[in-house]
């Protein structure tokens, strides 16, 4: 099978490593997940990873602390998260480097960006962790910002729940409509939600395409690396 892209960025939730749980880690869903980006990144793919925190902390759904306080909260567990992925991706034998935004040298690399496009040259997957460092930014626009400066062609979004981008809920709405492909200005006059409007518009000035797709089945990870037409191509 030959690779539709060269270097991607993934995007995972923290809720795509917590399986059917709802939070913490479910270690069989997350050795799956893994062996699905060891596949892709065995067939040549240039990977780098952006992880979530939702399954241990939503920074903006708390509102009995201050918004930056409950941020860097998120931030930690996108740490925890990113710290969990690199152990199963090296005991499936794929040399990986966390890179944090907020400096703790004893567990992981700070984030520089020329060392890590070095990484990925190597052959190595460099897993992001603490979102953009900064409160107030979501681990989308970090996926946005991180695209942009290794100059990775599209990001590929692995969603629970849902295996695209509809025009509402389709847990709720069994009518939901699903869209096969929709601009960054469509998500915006829609409201559709599926990323923050910081990160799309982030996308969208920067010429970044979006695959959102079900990580449910992490197999469709190997499908949408090859360019099958599954989830939603955002352009």
Not at 28 to 52: K, P, W, Y
Not at 61 to 77: A, F, H, K
Request: hydrophobic share 40%; proline share 2%; with cysteine.
């Amino acid at each position: 099978m030959e690779l539709a892209y060269k270097r991607v960025i993934i995007k995972l939730s923290g809720e795509a490593l917590s399986g059917n749980k709802g939070y913490g880690l479910d270690d069989e869903v997350i050795d799956r997940i893994c062996m699905a980006i060891r596949e892709v990144h065995t067939m040549g793919l240039e990977i780098a990873i952006v992880v979530g925190g939702g399954n241990f902390w939503r920074g903006r759904s708390n509102e009995n602390i201050d918004r930056s306080t409950s941020d860097n909260m998120g931030m930690l567990g996108t740490i925890i998260n990113a710290l969990r992925l690199q152990a199963s991706l090296e005991n499936l034998g794929v040399e990986t480097r966390v890179q944090t935004s907020i400096e703790m040298r004893e567990i992981a690399e700070p984030y520089i960006r020329r060392r890590a496009i070095r990484h990925i040259e190597k052959g190595r997957i460099v897993i992001f962790g603490a979102g953009a460092g900064l409160p107030y930014f979501s681990t989308d626009t970090t996926s946005a910002l991180r695209a942009a400066e290794i100059n990775a062609d599209v990001i590929l979004a692995g969603k629970t729940g849902v295996d695209g981008v509809y025009d509402s809920d389709p847990n709720i709405n069994k009518d939901a409509v699903k869209y096969d492909e929709l601009s960054y200005i469509e998500i915006l006059n829609k409201g559709l939600g599926i990323m923050d409007s910081t990160a799309t518009s982030l996308c969208m000035d920067n010429h970044i395409p979006l695959v959102v797709f079900g990580i449910d089945v992490p197999t469709n990870l190997v499908r949408v690396a090859v360019g099958e037409k599954i989830g939603t191509v955002v352009r």
